[in-house]
């Protein structure tokens, strides 16, 4: 990312005719949120004095402490090139502080710079994050509401006529490139209607920063095409459901601490160590990584989607992978993430549960290069295989028994985490669904 000062910030305001800046933020259900300001403030939001009304977010404050500050991270300016018709719109990023100037705990992204300091305390200078977020296109109706139709019948690496989004998919890096983003890769995924464009790994902090930056570009662009883009994990039945596969990887200054042209399958020490932190901690950090009621009905088998908690260096069934690159490539694969989690939170408890891995200087159990779908349950057992949980619920409860993973998000947002998402499987548990209907209303 630029490296930008107050002055930088005025000066490219005043050449590009910026009129309006978004102080955006993230609140703890992963949603972008923002405070407009015309340019005219920008003097005062770039000195820290912009307050907003923090009781009205989902997770941060009671109204009776509600004065909060937006502290913008400078490095995050991005001017909108989609907005040059009326003066464009730009952006910055903020962190959120209390009234007497202090970070305010509650903040997903402050709380993920306070898990990197206590990765830095072990000696690493850097935790990467290249993430491959999927989405899918459906069609708008003529009053401009999402529908069930979708856009194309393609599948993987399709292209057009077959895949129909590929004009749309185009624009979408175009705009992500002038924004200063490096694309590696877009194309058609498995299911109709399905996409991935995947972006260079970036230390964690600007990889969060950028897949919110991402949901925005895809789904402002989708609308331009007249298609509705959403990262819900299983939106239609029978199809692959959208994972964001995150690949992780440890550095100490210029050199991959997860590399080691010496060790088995050239991993170091610190790689397997963390790998079996991630598998300790699978089942616990599964309601942060996968936060919604929908997000384990991707989380079956038969359709890509990891449910089983082991790793390989070859097949892709398992919950964790290792890609074949290696040298300063070498990186630990989660496939079990989806694009609705939170990446700030989602980051903080999969740090955590890595480096709990090595503090602990934890062995990870042996590869498995079957495929575990084709497996059975006796045979799962006995490689010592076990399940993710299959309801947000049962995800909450495990969660709930995890101090690394509490402490890791810090007693603020897991408290409040807790209760939205406790809310939100009480709402899915009591209400009645079509299926239940077509099924038992003329059976009784």
Not at 80 to 101: Q, S
Not at 358 to 385: F, H, Q, S
Request: with cysteine; hydrophobic share 40%; aromatic share 10%.
């Amino acid at each position: 990312m630029s490296k930008y000062t107050k002055e930088d910030i005025f000066r490219l305001a005043q050449e590009e005719n910026v009129k309006f800046i978004r102080l955006q933020f993230t609140d703890i259900l992963g949603t972008i949120k923002n405070v407009e300001i015309p340019v005219s403030q920008l003097e005062k939001a770039l000195s820290n004095k912009m307050m907003f009304d923090g009781s009205s977010i989902e997770g941060f404050v009671r109204i009776e402490e509600s004065d909060m500050y937006l502290f913008p991270d400078l490095d995050t300016w991005v001017i909108f090139p989609w907005t040059a018709e009326k003066g464009k719109v730009a952006r910055l990023i903020c962190d959120i502080h209390n009234a007497d100037g202090t970070p305010f705990e509650g903040d997903p992204r402050n709380n993920l710079k306070r898990v990197l300091k206590e990765m830095e305390e072990l000696g690493f200078t850097n935790f990467n994050l290249g993430p491959e977020p999927e989405f899918f296109l459906f069609k708008l109706d003529q009053r401009g509401e999402p529908t069930l139709e979708l856009n194309d019948n393609g599948g993987y690496f399709d292209l057009a006529p077959t895949d129909l989004g590929e004009n749309c998919r185009r624009d979408i890096v175009l705009e992500l490139e002038e924004m200063g983003f490096e694309i590696e890769a877009s194309h058609h995924e498995v299911a109709p209607g399905q996409h991935e464009i995947d972006f260079k790994y970036e230390d964690a902090l600007t990889a969060c920063d950028e897949i919110q930056t991402f949901k925005l570009v895809v789904k402002t662009i989708a609308r331009k095409h007249g298609l509705h883009a959403t990262f819900m994990p299983k939106p239609l039945f029978g199809v692959a459901g959208s994972g964001m596969h995150c690949n992780l990887s440890l550095f100490k200054g210029g050199e991959n601490a997860f590399f080691d042209p010496k060790g088995d399958l050239q991993l170091s020490d610190t790689a397997r160590q963390f790998i079996a932190g991630i598998l300790k901690h699978a089942a616990s950090f599964t309601a942060v990584t996968n936060p919604t009621v929908n997000s384990y009905k991707r989380l079956v088998p038969g359709y890509e989607a990891p449910c089983y908690v082991a790793w390989s260096a070859q097949n892709r069934s398992p919950l964790v992978r290792i890609p074949a690159s290696r040298g300063l490539s070498t990186r630990v694969e989660v496939r079990s993430v989806d694009p609705s989690a939170n990446p700030y939170m989602a980051m903080a408890v999969l740090l955590a549960a890595g480096l709990d891995g090595i503090k602990n200087k934890l062995t990870p159990p042996a590869p498995v290069d079957r495929n575990i779908y084709i497996m059975n349950k006796e045979e799962r057992n006995e490689a010592g295989i076990v399940d993710l949980p299959p309801t947000l619920s049962l995800a909450l409860d495990m969660l709930k028994q995890d101090e690394v993973l509490i402490n890791a998000l810090g007693g603020h947002l897991f408290e409040h985490f807790i209760e939205a998402k406790e809310i939100e499987w009480d709402m899915f548990r009591t209400q009645v669904h079509p299926w239940e209907r077509e099924q038992y209303m003329t059976m009784y």
